[in-house]
């Protein structure tokens, strides 16, 4: 047993005493279980910050909390619609960029993505931007489940996509439009500004 759950259950054990003394008409004295504390924490030596994995000497197994929800309340599957900015150097084309990509460079890109997101936001017609900027085959929609739902008939998996693109996509409502910043892993084609549309 670890000095810690130790410490713990003596602790518990103070204050059950203590509670169990109080005359049963009266509530129970506070101030005297703070004190207990106080003292048995001011006898004990300070005791190491436990490392996030158990080491060789402690055979009791972590307590991990469970979150609220496994995937943070985010929808089971989401549709959504994006334009795609790439450039020439985009690492997921691999040398072989798509005819708009291949000769913008990595500013030009990112100049192009804010201004699209900017026109998109400000209610300018999507259909219109996707039809004349992405870098993907319009209409450029991907419908989605999220990690662990059950599979849909005509829905990828969130996982055969690219990371930024899911984690954008099942953060935004139905209307919404935010954008992934192209990142060498986890968004490697550039930046794809998108629409939740269902």
Known sequence: MTLRALHTMLSILVILGMVACQPSDSPPDTSKKDEAKTETKEKTPAEPEKPDSPSAEDKTPPVEEEPADEDGGEPDAIKVQH????????????????????????????????????????????????????????????????????????????????????????????????????????????????????
Do not use: C
């Open 83 to 198: 334009i795609l900015i790439g450039f020439k150097d985009a690492v997921g084309f691999r040398g072989s960029a798509p005819e708009g990509a291949s000769s913008r460079t990595q500013a030009e890109a990112k100049t192009l993505a804010n201004d699209l997101l900017n026109l998109a936001r400000s209610g300018q017609d999507f259909d219109a931007l996707v039809e004349k900027y992405t870098d993907d085959s319009p209409p450029g929609i991907y419908p989605m489940t999220n990690h662990g739902a059950p599979s849909k008939p005509g829905y990828r998996p969130r996982s055969g996509l690219v990371p930024a693109f899911g984690d954008v996509g099942f953060g935004l409502n139905v209307g919404e439009i935010g954008m992934s910043d192209y990142d060498p892993k986890t968004s490697p084609y550039g930046w794809h500004i998108i629409k939740r549309i269902e």
